[in-house]
C-alpha cells in the first residue's frame, strides 16, 4: 500500500458466532482487517478460518457481535438495518460464492437487478447489461436463464452484475472457481481495472493460486483471525514460490 492510500475497509475486533450450545460455532474470533482504495486485495487461508462471514459482514449482509468495522469512510455500526442496505446498495458489489443468480430471470435481469434498485431506466439497464455480458464473454446468452448456463457461465454473470452499478468496494467470494484459466485471467483483468479507478477497491476470497499475482495485498486468515498480511518484496516471494 502507498503511504497516501484512504482505507476503503477497516475492520477492528470483529467477532460473530453462529447458533447456541453444543451447535454454537464461532466464526471470528476478534479478527482485523484492512483493505485500501485503489488495491486488489486477495483473502486466504483454510477451509472454515471465517473468510466468507468477514466478507460478508464487511458487505452488510450479515450482522456481526462486536467491534468496528468503517466502509468507505462511513462506520457501519452507527447506521440502522435499513441504512446499511441503502448503503450497499450504493456503493458495494458483492460476488457470493453460491453465484445466487435469480433463476426466474435472464441473464440480462440478472445483470440488471443492481441498476434498477438505484433508479435507473429498464431500457438504459438493459443495454449496460448487454454491454458487460460481453465484457465477460458471454454477450449470446442475454436472453438464457441461469439455469441453462454451465457453472462458469454463471459465475460469469454474477460478476457481471456485481459490476453493473460500478460500486466502489467490490467483494467477491472465489470468483475464478469455477472458470478456466484463461476465462480467469480475462475475469481477473477486469476485476483489476475496477480495483485501480480512482476512489475503488476489489477484494477477493480466494483459494486458486493461478491469481496470487494480480494482489496489490494478501491477508491470510486462520481459525478466525488475521494471520498476516503480505505485501511488497515478502508478496513477490509468495507469489514466485506459487508459480
Ligand atoms: N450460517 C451459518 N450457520 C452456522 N455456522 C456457520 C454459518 N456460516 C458459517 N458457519 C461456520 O463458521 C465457520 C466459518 O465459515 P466461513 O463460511 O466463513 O468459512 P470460509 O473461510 O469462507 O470457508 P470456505 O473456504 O470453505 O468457503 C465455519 O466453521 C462454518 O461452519
Ligand atoms: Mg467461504
Sequence with gaps: MKPES??????????KS??????????????????????????????GCGKTTLLSVV???????????????????????SEITAFRGEHIGFIFQQFNLIPTLSCVE???????????KRAAAERKA???????????????????????????????????HEPRLLICDEPTSALDSETGH???????????SPGRCVIIVTHDPRI?????????MEDGRLKHVLAGDPLKQFVQSHR
Design 59 to 81: 458487505a452488510g449482509t450479515l450482522k456481526w457481535d462486536a467491534g468496528d468495522i468503517q466502509v468507505l469512510g462511513t462506520k457501519l455500526n452507527g447506521l440502522s438495518p
Design 186 to 196: 480475462q475475469i481477473m483483468d477486469l476485476l483489476s481495472t475496477a480495483a485501480r
Design 6 to 15: 484512504k482505507s476503503a475497509v477497516t475492520a477492528s475486533g470483529v467477532t
Design 18 to 47: 453462529f447458533g447456541v450450545g453444543d451447535s454454537r460455532t464461532v466464526a471470528l474470533k476478534g479478527t482485523d482487517f484492512h483493505a485500501a482504495e485503489g488495491e486488489l486485495h486477495l483473502v486466504v487461508g483454510p477451509s
Design 110 to 120: 440478472n445483470v440488471s437487478v443492481p441498476l434498477l434498485l438505484n433508479g435507473t
Design 130 to 164: 448487454a454491454e458487460l455480458l460481453e465484457l465477460v464473454g458471454l454477450g449470446d446468452k442475454g436472453r438464457k436463464r441461469p439455469t441453462e448456463l454451465s457453472g462458469g457461465q454463471q459465475q460469469r454473470v454474477a460478476i457481471a452484475r456485481a459490476l453493473s
Design 212 to 220: 496470487y499475482g494480480y494482489a496489490d495485498r494478501i491477508t491470510a
